[in-house]
Nanobody, 124 residues
Framework: QVQLAESGGGLVQAGGSLRLSCAASGRTFSRYAMGWFRQAPGKEREFVAAISWSGGITYYGDSAKGRFTISRDNAKNTEYLQMNSLKPEDTAVYYC?????????????????WGQGTQVTVSS
């Protein structure tokens, strides 16, 4: 089993920045892709970003393009999501996810492990 733990969420004003972290522990695989998703109240889980093991391949959802940056530090078994120019519509619970293959994906069904989520609230 792989355990994922997000941190870094909080309350921020519109236009501000936050950096989310996701630490992996347990039976970490030699190579696995990771991603970030978010879910706002009453809405479906939405793809935010994904990254390959090497970091050489990244994908972003439309809402994240140009504002968010996904990265990872494999020596620390940690991935990050740098969020800039935050908007009230970015308010959601953010989840990190990992899959047992090194192929980043935008579908939540492709991921095998999930964190508990961290709340991000952007005030106007």
């Amino acid at each position: 089993q792989v355990q994922l733990a997000e941190s870094g969420g909080g309350l921020v004003q519109a236009g501000g920045s936050l950096r989310l972290s996701c630490a992996a522990s347990g039976r970490t695989f030699s190579r696995y892709a990771m991603g970030w998703f978010r879910q706002a109240p009453g809405k479906e889980r939405e793809f935010v970003a994904a990254i390959s093991w090497s970091g050489g391949i990244t994908y972003y959802g439309d809402s994240a393009k140009g504002r968010f940056t996904i990265s990872r530090d494999n020596a620390k078994n940690t991935e990050y999501l740098q969020m800039n120019s935050l908007k009230p519509e970015d308010t959601a619970v953010y989840y990190c996810a990992a899959r047992r293959t090194d192929v980043p994906a935008s579908s939540s069904r492709a991921y095998d492990y999930w964190g508990q989520g961290t709340q991000v609230t952007v005030s106007s």
